[in-house]
C-alpha cells in the first residue's frame, strides 16, 4: 500500500468518527428536547390533575353534605396516591410525585368531610 493510499484510509476514517461524532451531539439534544418537552407535559398535568377534587371539596364543604360520596373511590384514590408517590420518588419524577402528594392532601381533606358530616348527619336524625 502506498503512503497515498493510507492517507486517504485515514481521512476517510477521520471522516467517520466525525460522522459519529455529529449523530452522537444530535441524538443528545433530541434526547434533552424530549426531556424537556415530557417536562412541560408532566407539570402541565400535575396541575390539571391535581385541581380535580376540588370542585368536590367545595360543594361537599358548601352544601355540608357527603353521603353520596363513595368511601370505596375515596379509599383507592388515597392507597393509589400512596402508590404512585412511592414509585415517582423512586424513579425521580417529580411532577408525578407532586401531583400525587398534592392529590392525597386534597383527598384527606374529603374523606375528613365525609367523615365530620357522616357524624354530624348521623346526630341530627
Request: aromatic share 12%.
Amino acid at each position: 500500500m502506498t503512503l497515498e493510499m493510507e492517507q486517504e484510509k485515514d481521512i476517510r476514517k477521520n471522516h467517520l468518527l466525525g460522522l459519529k461524532m455529529l449523530l452522537r451531539h444530535l441524538v443528545k439534544l433530541c434526547e434533552m428536547k424530549i426531556k424537556v418537552w415530557a417536562n412541560i407535559i408532566g407539570w402541565c398535568a400535575t396541575s390539571m390533575s391535581a385541581i380535580f377534587l376540588i370542585p368536590q371539596i367545595y360543594l361537599t364543604f358548601k352544601k355540608k353534605d357527603a353521603l353520596s360520596l363513595s368511601l370505596f373511590m375515596l379509599g383507592c384514590i388515597f392507597f393509589s396516591s400512596i402508590l404512585w408517590t412511592i414509585y415517582g420518588i423512586h424513579f425521580k419524577n417529580l411532577p408525578l410525585s407532586v401531583n400525587n402528594i398534592s392529590i392525597f392532601i386534597l383527598n384527606i381533606l374529603l374523606i375528613g368531610l365525609k367523615i365530620y358530616y357522616t357524624i354530624a348527619y348521623k346526630n341530627i336524625f
